[in-house]
């Protein structure tokens, strides 16, 4: 039986299937101390308990984005706020290569951040 995580990935269509498990991947190899559980029916990456990001995609233009947890306190420039207060997200174009640097930036001072 397949669990509600596996049926996201499974569900979700391509080309966001593929961008999602490869940021799946991405985001699990950056800390040991990082795991995968399901919150409001969405992958949710946490550092030890606290949720660190989240995996979604824009209601509008269906573009997959991580969305991070402690954005408010980062200056980074993909990242966006829009009418958010604590989180910030990072779009990413499932058409196009991951942009790799920028996602690791991102996701390394994220880390740094949360300790």
């Known amino acids: ?50 949720p660190f990001c989240y995996l979604w995609s824009d209601k509008k233009t269906n573009e997959p984005y991580i969305l991070i947890v ?12 829009g009418d958010r207060k604590r989180m910030k997200i990072f779009r990413v174009n499932p058409a196009e290569d991951l942009p790799l640097n920028a996602i690791l930036e991102v996701l390394d001072e994220a880390l740094a951040l949360s300790g």
């Open 1 to 50: 039986m397949i669990g509600k995580l596996e049926q996201f990935y499974l569900d979700a269509p391509e080309p966001n299937q593929g961008c999602f498990l490869a940021l799946r991947q991405l985001i699990l190899s950056l800390d040991s101390r990082l795991s995968e559980t399901m919150k409001y029916g969405i992958p949710c990456f946490c550092l030890g308990q606290k």
């Open 70 to 81: 402690d954005g408010h306190r980062m200056a980074h420039a993909r990242l966006e706020t």
